[in-house]
């Protein structure tokens, strides 16, 4: 059965780092690009970043470009996202998620609360 | 960056109604459209790849048409379970852009 677990959301400062952490089960990890998507609270979604399989090759939206990175560790099965310099518009439910291009699964989500 | 604009934001329709949301890319995706149901506290469900294609498991009822810069999604027989939110999303380039999203109700 797939899985992703997230962790690591939780209440950080303005200015403060957080880095989030998915677990993956079920599947064969390293043959897959893998995607960060996050939802503001009442909101849409919003793609944040991707990875690709060997996580050679990282892409994100400009929102994350320069204070977000995405990094995988195939031995372990687990993808990163490190995050700094925070603001209040990162709150947000953080997903991870198979594929690329076209995520196919997803995990629960992890929250982000950024507030003084 | 491709713009989707999604309509309508919500609707509302009766079990058995057929359902239809559009979206429109701001440039040619060709055929690199999916489509996502929301329900409310839980996590995306892909429901609709590459335009047309439905996946495993989806029921028929789902489908999805179109290229280029325009893109439709119907439910043919609305269902009290396909209460959610729905978002297409484009991956034409090495970025993802996700619609705005449309809140189907039950009237």
């Known amino acids: 059965e797939v899985q992703l677990l997230e962790s690591g959301g939780g209440l950080v400062h303005p200015g403060g780092s957080l880095r989030l952490s998915c677990a993956a089960s079920?599947?064969?990890?390293?043959?897959?690009?893998m995607s960060w998507v996050r939802q503001a609270p009442g909101k849409g979604l919003k793609w944040v970043s991707a990875i690709s399989g060997n996580g050679v090759n990282t892409y994100y939206a400009d929102s994350a470009k320069g204070r977000f990175t995405i990094s995988r560790d195939n031995s372990k099965k687990i993808l990163y996202l490190q995050m700094t310099s925070l603001r209040a518009e990162d709150t947000a439910v953080y997903y991870c998620?198979?594929?690329?291009?076209?995520?196919?699964?997803w995990g629960q989500g992890t929250l982000v609360t950024v507030s003084s | 960056d491709i713009q989707m604009t999604q309509s309508p934001s919500s609707l509302s329709a009766s079990v058995g109604d057929r359902v239809t949301i559009t979206c429109q890319a701001s440039?040619?995706?060709?055929?690199?459209l999916n489509w996502y149901q929301q329900k409310p506290g839980k996590a995306p469900k892909l429901l609709i790849y590459d335009a047309s294609n439905l996946e495993t498991g989806v029921p028929s009822r789902f489908s999805g048409s179109g290229s280029g810069t325009d893109f439709t999604f119907t439910i043919s027989s609305l269902q009290p379970e396909d209460i959610a939110t729905y978002y297409c999303?484009?991956?034409?380039?090495?970025?993802?852009?996700f619609g705005g999203g449309t809140k189907v109700e039950i009237k």
């Open positions: 079920g599947f064969t990890f390293s043959s897959y690009g």
């Open positions: 440039q040619d995706i060709s055929n690199y």
């Open positions: 998620a198979r594929g690329r291009s076209s995520p196919g699964f």
């Open positions: 999303q484009q991956y034409d380039n090495s970025l993802v852009t």
